[in-house]
Each structure stands twice: as structure tokens, then as C-alpha cells.
């Protein structure tokens, strides 16, 4: 028997509640991972260890993306609603990005408690003392939400936001693709007993644009540099993993706007790149108009000088970074927090009605400084950890602290260090049955799913909005006695939501 028929039998033994025909069950798995190899839902195998060999590695070069085997219910009115929201959000993070002398207040106030938020702060300050202008701005956000079904039932289920990502938010196309997949396993399978497809319509299984929308942003804020020979970089890690995410992002700008894309680390940059006449990028011959980061959010990115000295080359230079500084700074989780305050998205919103519905998405966001408040947050926290989550700064997954990890990690840092952090009431999400494909290996437990929705903003040197619109949907779903919701860290499948 194959592992993963062994998963099967097993998983077939453990879960009655499923269809029992294991023959049934071993077709479908078959079906989907052959369909997700046809329609590029692939990753690159994980290299096992630095003593894997190359050719042990190539064996399996590629592997089938996570997914789940079905849809997962997200409530439609709360969907649609997020997806409204999305451009007043893009706006909203414009404007914080232009405001310098609230990031720059927000921003010191986690004095020297984080190196790395830091360190990009300071080459904005420097980019800044320099006047660099640039042709424009090119925002590709994501909102993060998971639904909070309140216990009391005095209201229905809420989408709350998690978080908003600026910098490098991943998986649009492979989101969009997984909707292909699970519209078609409703046509040809019904879903196979893994969930009752008898009463589903195809409406209820949105289209995802998110396929094309990030290449359709690129290619706006492209034309704005007003060179239609240059090329746009996109920023990548060494060793990354998903690729094919980024080269579907790669072929619509290629086939859909004649635009060249080119792959490099921010180290080949250092090596391969230069700053010509007028701040121009060149690589060799070529002109770099853009420079999309999927790079560039995490410490890990900058192991030497050499990648931050990349990036300033980037930076001083013309070229449109994606996102620039103050996008990346406007994504910090002390942004967020402070966002939340009485009255501060009130001093980027003028319109109250969309001020409410932004805030209405907003769950409790403390400091953990030496304010009151903080303080206060910092007792809240110690006397119930199972109502919080503990963020320092960081993103990509795997920071957090939960339930009794707050009290030993606020136990083990010192005051200055408390103030990188910020504390955020848990969202509880409602769980419900499905089973996710995850190398190899079935997982059927109670689910929750994460809902993304990206964000599209471009604009020209005056300010002048060129676009602003939401460019489709992502859906993480992870088991629910798992904290974490990341795909790339290892914690969640793709999805995609049946609107209910
Ligand atoms: P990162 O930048 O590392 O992605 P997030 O703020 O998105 O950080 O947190 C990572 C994961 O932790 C989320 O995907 C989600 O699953 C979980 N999480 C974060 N905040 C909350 C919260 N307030 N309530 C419940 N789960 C949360
Ligand atoms: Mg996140």
C-alpha cells in the first residue's frame, strides 16, 4: 500500500463521519493532486536538509500546493462587506504612509525595542533627507480577517481583521486557482462525501481575480515610469519555495502587457545592478522601472550588509519599489495598534460612515509600554492569556505568542523590550469539518479559516489615484486547535470560501 493510501485507510478508520468507500476517497485525492499538477498549484519540494543532494531533491522537484478538499463557509454578507471596504482601506494606508510625522512618532515609540523595523525606518529617513522622488506608488496589500462568532449571540458572525499586510502578501494566484479547482471537483465529483454538495450552487463559489490583479497593478504603476523598454525586478528569496505563485504574476505581465520580469536576490542586486544618470536603476543594458519585493519583511532576508546595501540601491534609486518605505513601515503591527485609538482613524478618514466600518472590523489593540495603558494591557494580560495574542514585530508567520506562552514571554523580556510588542484580544473563530491535503498527509480535525482580501492602489508623483480597487480573495484554512495560520510557515492549506 502507498503512503497515502495508508493515509486514507487510516484517516477512513478514524473519521466514519466521511465517506467510507476508501476507493472513492483515493480517486478523489487522485483527482485533485493531478489537477493541481495540470494548472501549475505547485510549490517546490521542500529540500529536506543542507544534506539532501541535488539530485535526491530533483527527484521530487515539485509538489502539489496544500489545499483543502473542499470549500469552506464563509458568511456572505461579511465577505462582501470586506470586499467593499477593501479601497477605503488602500486609502487609508496612502495616507498613513504620507504622514510622516505620524509614522515617525508611532515608529520611535518602540525606541530601540526592534533592530530590524528599525533599520528600514532609517533608510526611510534617510531616503527622505534625500528628496528621492519617484514616479508614483504602487500599493499590493492584503487584509487579513477571521470571522468572530460572538458566544452570546446578540449579533451574527463578524469578519475582525487580523492584520494588513503591505510588503510581499503571497499566494493571489494560487488562491484564485484553488477556486478553479473546487468549482471543479462540485461539477464532477460532488465533492465526493466530504461535504454535502447537494444544495450548493455555483454562486456561492465566488470568482477570484487575484490571478491577474497584481500583475494588472504592476503593469499601471509600470507605465507611470513611462519607459516601456525597462523591465520590472522582482525581489526574491534564496531557496524560496513558492515559486510558481510568483510566476504566474510573472507571465501576466509578460503575456497580458509585453513586461519583462526578471528574478533576483536583493544580494544579486548589490552585485548585478547600478545607479546611472538621473537615479536610474540599471541591470546591465536594462532599465529597472519596478521593483516588486516578495522579499525584504523578515530579518532573515538581510543576513549581511550586502542585502540591506541591495536594497538601498534600490531605494535611492528611481525605480518604484513595491512596496516603498512608508507602506512597509505603515504595515507594522504598532501601526495597527495604534490605529486602533480613539480617534486616529478618524485623522486619516474624513467620512464618518467609513471610518465606523473600518473600525468595525477592528478587534482590542493594546501597547505594551510604559503608558497606562500599557501597563494596564501588560496585567489584562497576565491575569487571562487565554483572551490575548502577543505580537512583536514581525511578519511571515510564527512570532506569536498565545495563552500561557504570554506569561513566560512577558516574564523573560525586559520593559524595553515590552514595547516592540503589542497585545490584541484572540479572535475566536467558529470551526467546522473539512479535510485539508497537506504533503501527503490528511488532516481532519475541526477547521477555521483565515479570509484575505488584496488590496490594489497605484498613483502618480502628484498623488493622483490611477487605481484603487480590491483585487480578490485568499482563504487559509488550518485545524483550530492550531494557533498560527501561515501556509508558507507551515501551518495552514489554501482554500477557498463557499459563501453561505
Ligand atoms: P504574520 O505577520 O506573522 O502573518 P499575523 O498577525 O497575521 O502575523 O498572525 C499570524 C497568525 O496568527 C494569523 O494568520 C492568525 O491565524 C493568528 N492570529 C493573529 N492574530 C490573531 C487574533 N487576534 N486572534 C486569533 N488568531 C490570530
Ligand atoms: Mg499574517
Known amino acids: 500500500m502507498s503512503k497515502l493510501a495508508r493515509t486514507v485507510s487510516d484517516f477512513l478508520a478514524s473519521r466514519p463521519q466521511y465517506t467510507r ?11 485533485v493532486i493531478d489537477w493541481e499538477a495540470a494548472h501549475g498549484l505547485v510549490l517546490r519540494a521542500p529540500k529536506l536538509d543542507d544534506s539532501t543532494s541535488t539530485a535526491e531533491w530533483l527527484k521530487a522537484a515539485l509538489v502539489p500546493a496544500p489545499v483543502a478538499l473542499a470549500p469552506s463557509p464563509i458568511p456572505r454578507s461579511e465577505f462582501e462587506k470586506v470586499v467593499a471596504l477593501q479601497p477605503a482601506l488602500n486609502t487609508l494606508f496612502d495616507r498613513i504612509s ?39 506608488v504602487i500599493g499590493i496589500h492584503r487584509s487579513d480577517y477571521l470571522i468572530d462568532a ?16 503591505t510588503i ?29 454538495a447537494g444544495t450548493i450552487s455555483k454562486d456561492q463559489l465566488p470568482e477570484n481575480e487575484s490571478l491577474t490583479s497584481i500583475g494588472d497593478g504592476i503593469a499601471a504603476g509600470f ?13 526574491v528569496q534564496p531557496g524560496e519555495r513558492n515559486v510558481y505563485d510568483q510566476r504566474w504574476v510573472e507571465s501576466r505581465l509578460w503575456e497580458k502587457h509585453g513586461i519583462r520580469v526578471v528574478r533576483l536576490t536583493f544580494a544579486d542586486i548589490l552585485e548585478q545592478c547600478v545607479v546611472g544618470p538621473d537615479n536610474r536603476l540599471f541591470l546591465g543594458e536594462e532599465e529597472v522601472a519596478v521593483a516588486y519585493y516578495r522579499s525584504g ?24 519599489s513595491v512596496p516603498n518605505l512608508a507602506y512597509h513601515l505603515s504595515g507594522c503591527k504598532k501601526i495597527q495598534q495604534v490605529l486602533a485609538q480613539p480617534g486616529v482613524v478618524e485623522r486619516f478618514v474624513s467620512d464618518r460612515g467609513t471610518a465606523e466600518l473600518v473600525r468595525e472590523c477592528f478587534v482590542g489593540l493594546y501597547p505594551l509600554d510604559d503608558s497606562q495603558e500599557g501597563k494596564q494591557a501588560y496585567e489584562d494580560a497576565l491575569a487571562d492569556p487565554t483572551k490575548f495574542v502577543v505580537k512583536p514585530q514581525r511578519e511571515g508567520g510564527g512570532y506569536n505568542s498565545y495563552g500561557e506562552d504570554i506569561p513566560r514571554l512577558l516574564g523573560r523580556i525586559s520593559e524595553e523590550e515590552r514595547r516592540g510588542y503589542i497585545l490584541m484580544d484572540l479572535i475566536r473563530a467558529p470551526g467546522f469539518r473539512n479535510v485539508l491535503l497537506r504533503n501527503g498527509q490528511l488532516v481532519a480535525s475541526e477547521v477555521v479559516s483565515e479570509l484575505g482580501i488584496y488590496g490594489i492602489w497605484v498613483s502618480d508623483a502628484d498623488g493622483n489615484v490611477v487605481v484603487n480597487r480590491h483585487g480578490g480573495h485568499l482563504l487559509r484554512t488550518k485545524a483550530s486547535d492550531v494557533y498560527e495560520g501561515g ?11 463557499l459563501l453561505v
Open 21 to 31: 468507500d476508501i476507493g472513492k476517497l483515493q480517486a478523489y485525492i487522485d483527482t
Open 98 to 136: 504620507q504622514d510622516h510625522e505620524f509614522l515617525s512618532a508611532t515608529l520611535e515609540s518602540l525606541g530601540t525595542s526592534d533592530e530590524f523595523t528599525a533599520r528600514v525606518y532609517d533608510m526611510y529617513l534617510k531616503q527622505r533627507a534625500l528628496g528621492i522622488r519617484k514616479p508614483g
Open 150 to 165: 460572538p458566544e452570546s449571540g446578540s449579533h451574527g458572525p463578524r469578519a475582525k481583521q487580523v492584520e494588513f499586510n
Open 168 to 196: 510581499a502578501a503571497s499566494f493571489a494566484s494560487l488562491s484564485s486557482i484553488v477556486g478553479d479547482l473546487h468549482r471543479y471537483l462540485l461539477d464532477r465529483t460532488g465533492f465526493a462525501g466530504i461535504l454535502d
Open 223 to 235: 507605465g507611470l515610469y513611462g519607459r516601456n523598454d525597462a523591465i520590472v525586478v522582482m525581489v
Open 297 to 320: 519583511y523578515a530579518p532573515t532576508d538581510f543576513p549581511s550588509e550586502r542585502e540591506w546595501e541591495g536594497r538601498w540601491l534600490v531605494e535611492k534609486s528611481r525605480a518604484i
Open 487 to 497: 501556509v508558507a510557515a507551515g501551518f495552514a492549506v489554501i482554500d477557498s470560501p
